[in-house]
């Protein structure tokens, strides 16, 4: 490395702390982009590129009725002498204000592929034509009746508008997009005639609220359509703040195929969101099975989009289907709104509906008085001209002599008539020809109209209520030019309520329903076999390890398994292994502590009840719904002191409890006196002197006592004989009617 560089000597060096310097040059670069790049102006909607674009080509003559022009002509134009940025970038902009899925009232209409709303980009801009809309012929109506401030161009050489005339609302009705630095813009596309409306409210009631305007504005109108499901609360709220956002659905509808068979119908999508990429999306949620209700997706779009969606069987639900891609894919797609605009043209700052029409007024007033004061002065010219030729015509012949003989005609025009040098130039300039056309009662009839317009002029100058009024009849106009009625102006986004899933398990609703049989071994391994086996006598086991439970369920069923600390866990049917091997240990599947063991195993009934008792002999009933679990950890609810364990976890289905003691002592009590809890430690139900409980069972007292003895045989004693157990809870009972196994256990 050589030998660090000295600075030169001389004192045209500065020294300047560098975050200084940076931060006065990053502020600078930050502001360019707010101000010159990135937000629209809150007046015309427009950010400097879309403006100068419309300046160049009314320029160029483009106007809505004229033929158009290459695209590269129109770039070429806006870079050489406006923008001088990267071509491609003015391009894009062109392309995107050509667009009818993309703008609303699109502002240029092009020749050519202009994009789809695939996602294919445009033509290179050498093959595409285009010219003016309407809308944009709106937007510089008057620009060259000093309607608005220009400014020179970058490099002096030409002029170009600040802000145009506007006379379309066009910040609301084409929305933008924008990001600058620190801040960023974005304002969905509206309905005009619905602007129309509200600003026409708003000036007659110039106090009236974002709340009273929303009854024109009812919301976004996009381009591509689509149903906005959000609350007119949140509505209000957006509107009001500026900020927010609006849930859009892509629309749809069943369309029957004969014999039972269905598909739905895609017609509109969400704004913005390219159909390709929606389609692929869709399509590879499929491949990895992650919408089982849906068969297939194809694209049988043409000139309108037609998406057809095919279910996996004829009994699928199709709003469950549905709801199911709102969730998943973009179907539904959240439309920001963040109205951060350029207030004035120069202060950044987040509208509100109404602040934003408001700004539109009150710039069309400022225009409508700016082309007023251009036209009076226009007329003034003409009547001094007008005065000056009344004069001469009473004595042309004289007029005629003295330009012929006088070396200073102008001079002698002005003495002898007392004429002012513009109407002494006005003459000199008629040419001869127009001399039979000087006659007198035509110069006074436009002498006549245009005073007549003058004074309609000064009133208008004059009173603030004239000036309103004009600008509400513009406004009227172009709401007739855009109205329902019109295929441009006919509202396009619809609004509607998506429909109440809250009861729907979506997890569930996503599973084929298929029979299936559980199979939990005595050392707590759990499998699940396809189909409902009644015979297990084949199952294999790991080992030494055997049958403790199984039953029938299906792939959408909870199964609920306990622990012997009191705690209850819950697994999805649906991701138990498959009955090809042993299955898998449950400890694996939940966080159990060490020393804890599975007692018991059975799928959740919704609205059942469970006994579920300790080996100390207190217990209670708790409602099957209150021991769901979402997470590993499960759900503590029977709470014991140790060294007690939970030892019965079983149906409270019927009226009568029997409970056996490890000292075989059987006791039979009315099942009201069990309190119903949701956790904790319960009550005593039978009374030892030492050990604790053995097994219980709910029963319904008519149907007798049952149980299972060790050769499978099922014994049954009817009530009549079971006077001598039936008691109060917490008594000892006595020893159990012979038969009863010697496990202590019921078996069933």
């Not at 101000?35 to 320029?59: S, T, W």
């Not at 005339?165 to 910040?171: E, R, T």
């Not at 008594?731 to 010697?742: N, T, V």
Request: some cysteine; overall charge neutral.
């Amino acid at each position: 490395m050589g030998k660090p560089v000295n600075p030169p000597a001389g004192g045209e060096i500065e020294n300047i702390n560098l975050k200084d310097a940076l931060e006065e040059r990053y502020l600078a670069y930050a502001l360019s982009t707010i101000m010159h790049r990135a937000l629209p102006d809150a007046r015309d909607g427009l950010k400097p590129v879309h403006r100068r674009i419309l300046h160049a080509m009314r320029l160029l003559k483009l106007d809505p009725k004229s033929a158009p022009k290459k695209c590269a002509r129109i770039v070429g134009d806006v870079m050489g002498q406006y923008h001088p940025h990267g071509d491609q970038s003015i391009y894009d902009a062109l392309v995107r204000m050509a667009q009818d899925f993309a703008q609303r009232y699109p502002l240029a209409d092009g020749q050519g592929n202009f994009g789809n709303i695939d996602g294919d980009g445009a033509a290179a801009m050498r093959y595409t034509e285009a010219k003016l809309t309407e809308v944009a012929r709106l937007l510089l109506e008057g620009i060259d009746e000093d309607s608005v401030d220009f400014r020179e161009t970058y490099d002096q050489a030409n002029e170009e508008p600040v802000v145009l005339p506007a006379a379309f609302p066009n910040l609301l009705a084409n929305g933008s997009q924008g990001i600058a630095v620190g801040m960023a813009t974005s304002i969905p596309p509206h309905n005009a005639a619905e602007l129309c409306d509200a600003a026409l409210h708003l000036i007659s009631k110039p106090n009236a609220s974002t709340e009273q305007l929303m009854q024109f504005v009812q919301g976004p109108d996009l381009p591509t359509g689509g149903i906005i499901v959000d609350t007119p609360a949140s509505m209000v709220e957006t509107y009001s703040t500026g900020r927010g956002s609006f849930r859009v659905r892509a629309r749809w509808h069943k369309e029957e195929l004969g014999r039972g068979n269905w598909q739905i119908v895609v017609t509109e999508i969400p704004y913005a969101v390219p159909k390709s990429r929606l389609i692929e999306k869709i399509a590879e949620l499929l491949q990895d099975k992650k919408l089982p209700l849906l068969a297939d997706v194809r694209d049988e779009s043409a000139e309108d989009i037609r998406v057809v969606l095919e279910p996996r069987a004829k009994t699928v639900d199709p709003i469950i289907l549905m709801e199911s891609l709102f969730k998943l894919t973009e179907l539904e797609s959240r439309i920001p709104m963040n109205v951060n605009v350029l207030a004035g043209g120069k202060v950044p700052k987040v509208l509100s509906l109404s602040e934003c029409l408001r700004e539109w007024l009150d710039h069309r007033r400022e225009v409508l008085i700016r082309r007023s004061t251009f036209r009076l002065a226009a007329i003034d010219r003409r009547l001094e001209i007008l005065g000056g030729l009344l004069i001469v015509y009473l004595d042309l012949d004289r007029v005629i002599k003295i330009i012929r003989e006088e070396d200073e005609p102008k001079a002698e025009l002005m003495r002898v008539f007392k004429l002012t040098e513009v109407q002494a130039n006005a003459i000199l300039d008629t040419r001869l020809r127009s001399l039979r056309k000087l006659e007198e009662m035509e110069l006074k009839r436009e002498q006549k109209s245009l005073q007549d317009e003058k004074a309609k002029i000064e009133e208008l100058l004059g009173s603030e209520k004239v000036q309103w009024k004009t600008v509400a009849a513009e406004i009227k106009d172009v709401r007739k030019t855009f109205g329902p009625d019109t295929a441009l102006g006919k509202r396009r986004t619809t609004f509607g309520q998506a429909p109440d899933t809250s009861d729907i398990d979506f997890a569930e609703a996503m599973i084929e329903r298929e029979p299936i049989t559980v199979i939990v071994s005595e050392k707590g391994w759990v499998r699940a076999m396809k189909g409902h086996q009644e015979d297990l006598s084949s199952l294999q086991f790991r080992g030494d390890d055997k049958l403790k439970t199984a039953f029938f369920a299906e792939t959408t069923s909870k199964i609920i398994v306990v622990a012997d600390n009191g705690r209850f866990f819950t697994l999805d049917a649906s991701k138990l292994p498959g009955g090809r091997g042993f299955g898998d240990p449950i400890r694996l599947m939940v966080d159990l502590e060490e020393g804890a063991d599975f007692i018991s195993a059975f799928p959740y009934k919704a609205g059942s009840k469970i006994l579920v008792v300790g080996s100390d002999g207190r217990g209670f009933i708790v409602p099957a719904d209150d021991v769901t679990a979402n997470t590993r950890k499960g759900k503590q609810i029977l709470n014991l002191d140790a060294p007690a364990k939970m030892v019965v976890c079983t149906d409270a289905k019927g009226d009568h409890v029997a409970i056996i003691g490890e000292n075989r002592k059987l006791l039979i009590f009315p099942v009201r006196q069990v309190p119903e809890m949701t956790r904790g430690k319960g009550v005593r139900l039978q009374r030892y002197k030492d050990g604790g409980v053995s097994d219980a069972k709910v029963f319904t007292l008519k149907e007798g006592l049952t149980w299972k003895d060790t050769s499978g045989r099922t014994w049954t004693v009817a009530k009549e004989d079971l006077r001598d157990w039936l008691g109060d809870r917490t008594e000892a009972g006595r020893l159990p009617p012979k038969g009863f196994p010697k496990s202590n256990k019921f078996g069933d």
